[in-house]
């Protein structure tokens, strides 16, 4: 039986393990999944690092937007480690001010308290319109975000805000990469993929 390859998942903000469940199941029978934990750090050099730490001398990886950030960093720490790389629903860029300020009122709202009140925000940017009424689907994006919690949160929204611009080195990615993204991501909509 041949060896399955392994596969790190890189989650995006205020998500975890249960962000992969669909792929890491339809993946069984070809990979080894293993989801890192990018709850602890404030800065994306330092979740590549941790990420670096955990996971196999070789290994493919995919990142879901703060996840790709980070795996544009575990690029520029480790590219010879990485086999294969899926970038996903993610941008190369440095935040714009605009999203730097949205960022900061939701870090606000946060400090206040008033965690709770961040994913509803959050949610239509997340999501699109026409899954906003999804019961099942909003409350697995809600229940991700209270296992994350508010000082992951702040954690996060710090090292996503203070992240390089990634651009100048994406012509050093010499494995074969794939990006991809929704054609109605708001985010980080096709033009910033392509």
């Known amino acids: 039986m041949p060896q399955k390859a392994p596969l790190v998942l890189l989650p995006g903000l205020l998500c975890d393990r249960a962000l992969w469940r669909g792929q890491i199941e339809a993946l069984a029978d070809i990979a080894e999944p293993w989801v890192a934990d990018l709850t602890h750090d404030d800065t994306v050099a330092a ?6 730490a955990g996971a196999p001398p070789r290994f493919a990886l995919a990142g879901l937007s703060m996840g790709g950030y980070c795996a544009l ?3 520029r720490q480790a590219p010879e480690r ?3 790389l899926a970038l996903l629903d993610t941008s190369a860029r440095a935040d714009t001010p605009e999203q730097t300020s949205r960022r900061r009122g939701l870090i606000e709202l946060a400090e206040k308290g008033e965690f709770k009140g961040v994913t509803p925000r959050l949610l239509p940017l997340f999501l699109h319109p026409a899954r906003l009424k ?3 689907l909003t409350g697995a994006v809600t229940a991700m975000a209270e296992r994350v919690g508010k000082d992951a949160f702040l954690r ?3 090292a996503i805000m ?3 611009d990634s651009r100048a080195s994406l012509g050093r990615i010499a494995c074969p990469t794939l990006v991809l993204c929704g054609r109605e991501d708001q985010l980080t909509p096709p033009t910033l993929h392509e």
Request: no cysteine; net charge positive; proline share 0%.
């Open 156 to 158: 996060q929204q710090k």
């Open 82 to 84: 990485v086999e294969r």
């Open 134 to 136: 999804d019961t099942a």
């Open 162 to 164: 203070s992240r390089i």
């Open 47 to 52: 979740m590549a690092q941790r990420v670096l």
């Open 73 to 75: 960093e575990v690029m």
